[in-house]
């Protein structure tokens, strides 16, 4: 079956940096777009930046934009988020997700990670 599976979260200090992994397996993975996205306790699950299937284009919400830098590694069936410049409103679970050809909606969701960022 299909896993995604994050990893890299931890704690840092406000302005340090983390970089996620995206590790998916169960799927053709240069098939599908993928997509981070994060959560916090009482609000809703919001975008935080994508990429397409063969990594010629990147979306970021404006949030991250200039400071969070999505790749993948079609050869590895991993995704990952560089994140810099960390901020304590940063502090969220952070998912992976993959977007099949054609679809609107993502498919596929690992179990998360936790990033904290203390000020």
């Known amino acids: 079956q299909v896993q995604l599976v994050e990893s890299g979260g931890g704690l840092v200090q406000a302005g340090g940096s983390l970089r996620l992994s995206c590790a998916a397996s169960g799927l053709t993975f240069s098939s599908y777009a993928m997509g981070w996205f994060r959560q916090t306790p009482g609000k809703e699950r919001e975008f935080v930046a994508a990429?397409?299937?063969?990594?010629?284009?990147?979306y970021y919400a404006d949030s991250v934009k200039g400071r969070f830098t999505i790749s993948r590694d079609n050869a590895k069936n991993t995704a990952y988020l560089q994140m810099n410049s960390l901020k304590a409103e940063d502090t969220a679970i952070y998912y992976c997700?993959?977007?099949?050809?054609?679809?609107?909606?993502?498919?596929?969701w690992g179990q998360g990670t936790q990033v904290t960022v203390s000020s």
């Open positions: 997700a993959a977007r099949p050809i054609l679809a609107n909606t993502y498919n596929y």
């Open positions: 990429i397409s299937r063969s990594d010629a284009y990147t």
